[in-house]
């Protein structure tokens, strides 16, 4: 009776592992389909991240992580990723096998590390099956298996800077327009002067801080929202970065700003705390 229990558990681990195997292989076939079907982007999406509310989700440190770096821990919007997007809501992802290679960037190491930074530990897997780093990709295979939310994807060069030609054609020169364009366009300094700065205790009218970036930039915004507080927001631009309205199918940004799903009509911009790698929590300021 054993052997034959035995038996069993050994075929049933076997036929788990092919069931597993041709997952892994529709997946891949999935994503070559997916490649070779995309068409060309109809504009880009420059997302941005609250750190004060993204690294209230943490709850342990690495060196990796931007929200442990204290007190050199970011305290202004920082860049998710440079997305260009379809004029539907949807978007092209892992245009080519173009795998990220670091070396190519290693001049824009520092602005890379401040600017646009990992807010998260560990190292998901890219478009092709390996691993690296939030630079290259996040949660491709999470993503197609409908076990990651939209929230969570952050691949950068292999899922969307693939996808950015023929505007940008190699790594280098997307990792370099996106912090071109942050930096021009610099969404912390424009709400500080406008009296938006970071509170644990102040909400502010969500319809105030639209407008003093339409003033500024010159277009409407998206702002994404969790628990009442910022998470993100995406400036748009067209084709040769001239700003735009941020659409999402046929629909104005004017109506998803005010949608009750992303952002109530007073939102807040939680000051930044962060835990340090030994574990002590320390308050911090744009100031700091």
């Known amino acids: 009776m054993a052997c034959s229990s035995l038996s069993v ?21 999935y994503a070559i389909e997916q490649t070779q079907t995309q068409r060309e982007f109809d504009y880009f999406a420059l997302a941005l991240q609250w750190p004060g509310t993204y690294c209230q ?6 060196s990796s992580n ?33 795998n990220f290679d670091e070396k190519l960037i290693s001049t824009l190491h520092d ?14 897997s890219t478009c092709h099956g390996g691993k690296g780093s939030f630079w290259a990709h996040e949660l491709f295979i999470l993503m197609l298996l409908g076990m990651a939310e939209i929230g969570d994807i952050q691949w950068q060069w292999e899922k969307h800077g693939t996808c950015s030609f023929p505007v940008i054609r190699d ?3 997307y990792f370099l327009t996106g ?9 912390t300094q424009i709400l500080e002067n406008a009296g938006y700065i970071p509170s644990n205790t102040e909400k502010y009218p969500l319809g105030g801080i639209v407008s003093a970036i339409e003033n500024a930039f010159r277009a409407t915004p998206l702002l994404v929202c969790s628990k009442g507080s910022v998470e993100e927001l995406h400036l748009c631009f067209y084709k040769d970065f001239k700003p735009r309205d941020c659409v999402v199918g046929s629909r104005s940004l004017n109506d998803m700003v005010s949608s009750k799903r992303s952002c109530p009509l007073y939102v807040s911009l939680p000051a930044y705390v962060s835990l340090g790698l030994d574990g002590v929590k320390t308050t911090l300021s744009l100031d700091a």
């Open 9 to 29: 558990s050994v075929q049933f681990k076997a036929i788990l592992l092919l069931v597993c195997l041709h997952l892994v292989v529709s997946v891949s076939a």
């Open 57 to 62: 989700r943490t709850r342990y440190c690495c």
């Open 66 to 98: 931007a929200c442990c770096r204290r007190p050199n821990a970011p305290t202004e919007f920082t860049i998710h990723g440079l997305w260009p997007d379809y004029n539907d809501g949807s978007w092209p992802a892992c245009c080519t096998r173009s």
């Open 111 to 124: 602005d890379l590390e401040k600017y646009w930074p990992s807010l998260s530990c560990g190292s998901p």
């Open 171 to 173: 790594e280098y020169n």
């Open 179 to 187: 912090l071109s364009v942050y930096f021009k366009h610099n969404v």
